[in-house]
């Protein structure tokens, strides 16, 4: 089963944030995204924008919409 948390998680970043398509050359700034897209879909988690079972993807949308109704909640987290 733990397994199968780990390929949910690197799922998320390869259809979420397209992490296989990232081609950056410096291995200091690929390490650092990557921890970023990490924060960042952990935070997408946990983050309630109002309707049940809204998909990663569809909160980055929603959250871009309207970023001053959000940030508050975000930093909160």
């Known amino acids: ?6 390929e949910s ?3 998320h970043l390869d ?4 992490e296989d398509g990232n081609h950056t050359i ?11 897209k ?3 879909i952990n935070t997408l988690k946990l983050l ?8 990663l993807k569809s909160k980055r949308y929603m959250i ?8 508050e909640k975000i930093m909160q987290i």
């Not at 089963?1 to 780990?6: I, K, N, Q, T």
């Not at 309630?48 to 998909?55: A, F, I, M, P, Y």
């Open 26 to 36: 410096d291995k200091a700034a690929a390490y650092n995204l990557n921890i970023i």
């Open 1 to 6: 089963r733990s397994h199968w948390m780990v």
């Open 9 to 11: 998680y690197h799922w």
């Open 38 to 40: 990490k924060l960042a």
């Open 15 to 18: 259809v979420t944030f397209r």
């Open 64 to 71: 871009s919409l309207s970023t001053e109704k959000y940030i």
């Open 48 to 55: 309630d924008v109002g309707r049940k079972n809204v998909s």
